[in-house]
């Protein structure tokens, strides 16, 4: 049987709302991670550094459901 692999559907997703294209592709602790260090990025934005983290980290997740 061969796996039918389809990459941008879950990438989009995560584009739009991070950690989606994890869930969808059956990755739901990897979405909550994603939901964790995004959650702690934002509260780091007060302390500069979240300005840094989040953009990284939402990029990460975009390439990641790309991928994996």
């Known amino acids: 049987m061969s796996e039918k692999r389809t990459y ?3 990438a989009l997703l995560s584009f ?3 950690g989606l294209g994890q ?3 059956g ?6 991670i994603i939901w964790l ?3 702690i990025s934002w509260l780091l934005q007060f302390i500069l550094i979240g300005f840094i983290l989040l953009p990284l980290i ?3 997740q ?4 790309y991928n994996n």
């Open 8 to 10: 941008g559907v879950p």
């Open 16 to 18: 739009f709302v991070p």
């Open 23 to 25: 869930v969808v592709k």
């Open 27 to 32: 990755q739901v602790l990897k979405a909550i």
């Open 37 to 39: 260090a995004l959650g």
């Open 58 to 60: 939402w990029l990460w």
């Open 62 to 65: 975009i390439y990641d459901a």
